[in-house]
């Protein structure tokens, strides 16, 4: 499991377990750990080690307590299994619900699971979402195809792409619909020039294939940023 031979673990001759576990996990475990023991029950935990190698593995660790009479812990015992596998398959489905196939950018379900939970918590900065339509494409898709529609696309996402950053996320929403998610500008104005700076970035890819677009802008406030329609 961790490429280390078990005597260079046992009593901690080379090395202790706990080095193998990955930083963020450490204190995690430790808190749940002391948890467990004080209600006395079964202690299971998934997290990540790093192997001798320095290959990255998940792990399930099922183990409990042993007490002495008097009530005190006397060791820690159980088993510890390789869970990589199902984690990689977990990932690929969570990939698969988040993401857009043809783009790669999140969908619509999950920028309406961040819009909600961000409408959970008190507003501490401007918000706004900015919606990009290019309904028009599908003309070119009877035209030309839908390969040919979807290189274009993703040609687009591209150009789109280069405007994000951590108060800038970018999702497809529908087939021929973007949305830009913007948090913490700090005007109206700062607002409007940035879709301007989207619209003549764009204009010259979307005027090469006769593509007519649009784009509509809603900043959120009290009133309607529980009440969003995507």
Known sequence: LTGHKAESLIK?????????????FRE?????WQKTLLQRAP?????????????????LE???GVYQDHGKVEA?????????????????????????PGTGLYNRAYLENLLRLESEKPPTSKQAI???????????????????????????????????DESKLLFRSYEYHFIFYLKDYESHEALQAFCEAVAETLTPLLAAERIGAGMGVLELDEDNRRHVDL
């Open 76 to 100: 820690l015992e159980g088993i510890i299994l390789d869970i990589s596998d199902r984690k990689d398959a977990e990932e690929k489905l969570r990939y698969t619900a988040e993401h857009d």
């Open 130 to 164: 900015i919606g990009i339509n290019l309904n028009s494409m599908y003309y070119l898709s009877l035209s030309y195809g839908f390969g040919y529609s979807h290189d274009i696309l993703r040609s687009i996402a591209n150009v789109l792409r280069t405007f994000c």
């Open 12 to 24: 901690n001759r080379d090395l202790s377990f706990n080095e193998l576990i990955s930083p963020p």
């Open 28 to 32: 995690q475990i430790w808190h749940a």
């Open 43 to 59: 202690f299971r935990y998934e997290y990540e080690i790093t192997t001798a190698t320095g290959e990255k593995k998940w792990v």
């Open 62 to 64: 099922l183990a409990e």
